[in-house]
């Protein structure tokens, strides 16, 4: 069973964990506490049946994790160990926030972010921007995959041989796929009267209930919680 939250709880995940993420963690209360905010998105998935997601997210976040603290340490020498230690903190550091956008932006319908956005007195310009960034990392995503298979039938494969044939077939035209597409969303959300005079109306109800506020209340206090044992302890 998906658990509905709102566009504005949604909001607010986002800018508790990237304000976690700004601040390293030192201490295992601390790792404790990031990690747990790491998992509420990745549930919230499973709970949507977005299953792929989760378990990509959850398998690389728990391996940069185990490499993290238990089979490399700052001791280690040499340059591949250098740079596995180095991917995993960044993987390790910055994965929260991808997963919790991508939550964000996988389960958030345009027209239930407007109105979001626009109870909460957001000005037309950000509104319209964040909307189409929205839509747009999804349909490049669409777009890409429905590339890979073009190229698929033609046997142009990193396997093959042709290498060189495989960025240029892919690249060029996902490149200009998302220049079209930019320009696309941008002329259908102003067609959708984004941006005009007149105040929008929109037939989405949106009510804080329950879960909202549960929600709220965790990662409020996760980042209190965190900011204290961080600064002040």
Not at 184 to 198: D, M, Q, Y
Request: glycine share 6%; with cysteine.
């Amino acid at each position: 069973m998906a658990l509905k939250l709102d566009p504005r709880t949604k909001l607010f995940m986002i800018f508790a964990v990237s304000a976690v993420v700004m601040m390293s963690a030192t201490t295992p209360f601390l790792w404790m506490l990031r990690i747990a905010m790491t998992m509420v998105p990745i549930g919230l998935l499973t709970l949507e049946k977005k299953y792929a997601s989760a378990f990509r997210f959850l398998l690389l976040y728990s391996a940069a994790l185990v490499l993290l603290f238990t089979c490399i340490s700052e001791q280690s020498e040499g340059f591949l160990m250098a740079l596995l230690l180095g991917y995993c903190c960044i993987i390790a550091q910055f994965m929260p926030a991808m997963i919790t956008a991508w939550y964000v932006v996988r389960t958030t319908r345009i027209d239930e972010f407007v109105s979001a956005m626009q109870r909460m007195h957001v000005p037309d310009g950000i509104t319209i921007s964040l909307a189409v960034v929205m839509r747009f990392f999804p349909t490049i995503r669409e777009e890409y995959a429905s590339i890979r298979d073009a190229m698929k039938m033609r046997e142009i494969m990193l396997g093959g041989g042709n290498a060189a044939r495989m960025v240029e077939y892919r690249m060029i035209p996902l490149l200009f796929s998302c220049v079209n597409i930019g320009d696309e969303l941008s002329a259908a959300a102003i067609t959708r009267g984004l941006g005009g005079k007149v105040k929008r109306t929109s037939v989405e109800a949106l009510n804080m209930g329950m879960q909202d506020y549960m929600t709220i209340l965790f990662f409020s206090a996760a980042l209190i919680l965190f900011m204290v044992f961080k600064y002040l302890k």
